[in-house]
């Protein structure tokens, strides 16, 4: 077995595992900790990016989502009053619809996979272009929803500022 193999299933490995403990975490009860479980799984998938020789998606998924969206799940945490999220109780019926969605899901991606036939030959894809042809296309032809993202970031931002703001006597 060779380093970019036994790399990839660390990487696979520990995505897949921090992954789970974001929605489930016998540890603790504490919303941090997924928070943070999630960034482990962000850095394990840029972890398999880098082994796709894919450096640029892998330094944004690093620098914009274990950064820049991490720094606001927390600020979002942080600003929860999580104690009373801690009293409710179990809805049954939440519960009942959470698990009927999951396994519609898993019924989709099953058929999906049926139909695809996973396994069959594909075309090598082709490694051209570089940044300069991404950065050329997104200010030419998707000006405008990159320019509409800023925006609802913007306005996402400026909310929370106001939300997070308190009434001095």
Known sequence: MSLPDLLFY???AAALLS????????FSRNPVYSALFLAVTIL??????????AYFVAAVQVL???????????????LLDLREEARRRLRW??????VLAAGGVTAL?????????PGRELAAAQMEGT?????RLLFTHYLL???MMGLLLLVAMVGVIVLSKRDVP
């Open 109 to 117: 991606l099953l058929r999906a996979l049926w139909w695809t036939q």
């Open 145 to 147: 929803p990159l320019e």
């Open 19 to 26: 992954g789970a403990l974001v929605v489930w975490n016998p």
């Open 44 to 53: 394990a998938l840029s972890g398999l990016f880098v082994l796709l020789h």
């Open 131 to 135: 940044v300069r042809l991404l950065g």
């Open 64 to 78: 914009v989502y274990a950064g820049a969206v991490m720094v606001l799940f927390l600020f979002v945490l942080m």
């Open 93 to 98: 019926a939440g519960l009942l619809i959470g």
């Open 10 to 12: 660390v990487f696979a």
